[in-house]
C-alpha cells in the first residue's frame, strides 16, 4: 500500500466503550466468557518466555475441529480482521475491482482502497444474486453486520461455485457464524473463510483468530503470515476455548431467546431488522439518532450509532446482552 493512500482513506468509526460507567450495547460481543479461560491465560505465562510453537499446531488442530476443516488449511492470525487485511493484500491489486455488500462492515472497503481496489457495492440482500465475473474478490459477511440475517446456504453455496468459475476469490467473514446453527464455509475451494474467537467467548483484547483456504490461495495465505504473529497467550486461550462446546450451547441458546425477547418488546416503537446475529439493527424512524444515543446514556447504557454503515441514516445498533441488561436497555429506549 502506497503512502498518500493510506492517508486519503484514513480510519473507520466502530462500536465499543472504555466508560466503566456505561454497559456496553454498542459492541457485539459475548458478556461472559468460558469457565477456566483465565486459569488458561495465567498458564501461559511461562509459555510466553519463548517464541510460540511454529507452526502452531495445536491452535490449527482446534481451529480445524472447531469449523470442520483440515488443519493443513487454518492460518492462524491475531483476529479475524487481520485474516481479512491479508486477504484482501493477496487478491486486490491496484485498479482491481471488489464486490462488497452494503450496509455492512465497513473494513472491508477500507482494506480494498488501502490497496487500490475500487469497491462495487451491492446492497447485502442482493449479493448472492451478483455476477462476481470481473472482480478479483467478493466479500460475504455471514451473519452480515449490521443487519444481523444468515445467507440461505445452498444460496450461499451456489455463489461459492459462481465464484470459482468467475476465478473470483470469495471471502466470507463469519465473524459472528458461531452465535447460529449454520453451517461454514471452511474449506471449499476457492472460498477464504475469516473466524473471530473474540466475540462468541467474549475476548476481544485476546486479538485470536483465523483464516482457512484452500489450494494455492490457501498456501500462499500460509507462506505471507508472520511467523510468531499470535501470542501464546491467545494460542492457549483460543484452542481451550473452541473445545467449549457446552458454553457454546448454553450461549447460542440464550441469545437466540433473549433476541426475540428483545424483538417482541422494540417492535411497537421501531422498525427492528430481522436478525440471526447478538445484535439487532433499529431503524429510530423520525427521532434523532443522537437523541436516542443521548437518552441511552443518561441512563448508563452506550448503543451503536449505525448511520456510520453505508446506507442507514437513522439507525442504531444494539447488542443482545444478559437479561437484567437487555431490561435496562428496554426501559432506557421505553419514553425515547
Given at each position: 500500500m502506497k503512502r498518500e493512500t493510506v492517508r486519503r482513506v484514513g480510519r473507520e468509526p466502530h462500536g465499543s466503550t472504555d466508560d466503566p460507567e456505561l454497559i456496553d450495547f454498542s459492541a457485539n460481543t459475548n458478556p461472559r466468557?468460558?469457565?477456566?479461560?483465565?486459569?488458561?491465560?495465567?498458564?501461559?505465562?511461562?509459555?510466553?518466555?519463548?517464541?510460540?510453537a511454529e507452526p502452531p499446531t495445536a491452535f490449527r488442530d482446534a481451529a480445524a475441529a472447531y469449523v470442520d476443516c483440515d488443519p493443513e488449511?487454518?492460518?492462524p492470525t491475531p483476529g479475524g480482521l487481520a485474516a481479512i487485511r491479508r486477504t484482501i493484500q493477496l487478491a486486490?491489486?491496484?485498479?482491481?475491482?471488489?464486490?462488497l455488500p452494503y450496509p455492512s462492515f465497513g473494513e472491508y472497503e477500507r482494506e480494498v482502497r488501502?490497496?487500490?481496489?475500487?469497491?462495487?457495492?451491492?446492497?447485502?440482500?442482493?449479493?448472492?444474486?451478483?455476477?462476481?465475473?470481473?472482480?478479483?474478490?467478493?466479500?460475504?459477511?455471514n451473519p452480515n453486520n449490521p443487519t444481523g440475517e444468515t445467507y440461505d446456504p445452498d444460496e450461499l453455496a451456489a455463489f461459492a461455485t459462481r465464484c470459482r468459475?468467475?476465478?473470483?476469490?470469495?471471502?466470507?467473514?463469519?465473524?459472528?457464524?458461531?452465535?447460529?446453527?449454520?453451517?461454514s464455509l471452511a474449506g471449499t475451494d476457492g472460498v477464504v473463510v475469516a473466524r473471530s474467537l473474540t466475540k462468541l467467548f467474549g475476548l476481544p483484547g485476546i486479538r485470536a483468530g483465523f483464516?482457512?483456504?484452500?489450494?494455492?490461495?490457501?498456501?500462499?495465505?500460509?507462506?505471507a503470515r508472520r511467523p510468531w504473529n499470535v501470542s501464546a497467550p491467545a494460542l492457549a486461550v483460543g484452542s481451550y476455548c473452541m473445545r467449549q462446546t457446552g458454553f457454546v450451547e448454553?450461549?447460542?441458546?440464550?441469545?437466540?431467546?433473549?433476541?426475540?425477547?428483545?424483538?417482541?418488546?422494540?417492535?411497537d416503537r421501531f422498525d427492528v431488522a430481522p436478525s440471526d446475529a447478538p445484535f439487532l439493527l433499529l431503524d429510530v424512524g423520525e427521532r434523532a439518532v443522537g437523541d436516542v444515543l443521548g437518552a441511552a446514556r443518561d441512563r448508563g447504557l452506550a448503543l451503536r450509532d449505525a448511520t456510520t454503515f453505508r446506507g442507514l441514516d437513522s439507525h442504531v445498533r444494539v447488542a443482545v446482552r444478559l437479561p437484567a441488561e437487555n431490561d435496562r436497555l428496554l426501559e432506557a429506549l421505553d419514553d425515547v
Open positions: 466468557v468460558p469457565d477456566g479461560v483465565e486459569a488458561v491465560y495465567r498458564d501461559a505465562f511461562e509459555a510466553s518466555q519463548s517464541y510460540p488449511q487454518v492460518v486486490v491489486a491496484e485498479g482491481d475491482s471488489v464486490l488501502l490497496q487500490g481496489g475500487d469497491p462495487a457495492f451491492v446492497r447485502h440482500d442482493r449479493l448472492l444474486g451478483a455476477d462476481p465475473a470481473g472482480h478479483a474478490l467478493a466479500v460475504v459477511c468459475e468467475a476465478g473470483t476469490v470469495l471471502l466470507v467473514d463469519e465473524a459472528f457464524l458461531g452465535f447460529t446453527d449454520r453451517p483464516a482457512v483456504a484452500t489450494g494455492e490461495f490457501g498456501e500462499a495465505l500460509g507462506v448454553e450461549t447460542t441458546a440464550r441469545v437466540r431467546r433473549e433476541r426475540t425477547r428483545l424483538c417482541e418488546s422494540l417492535a
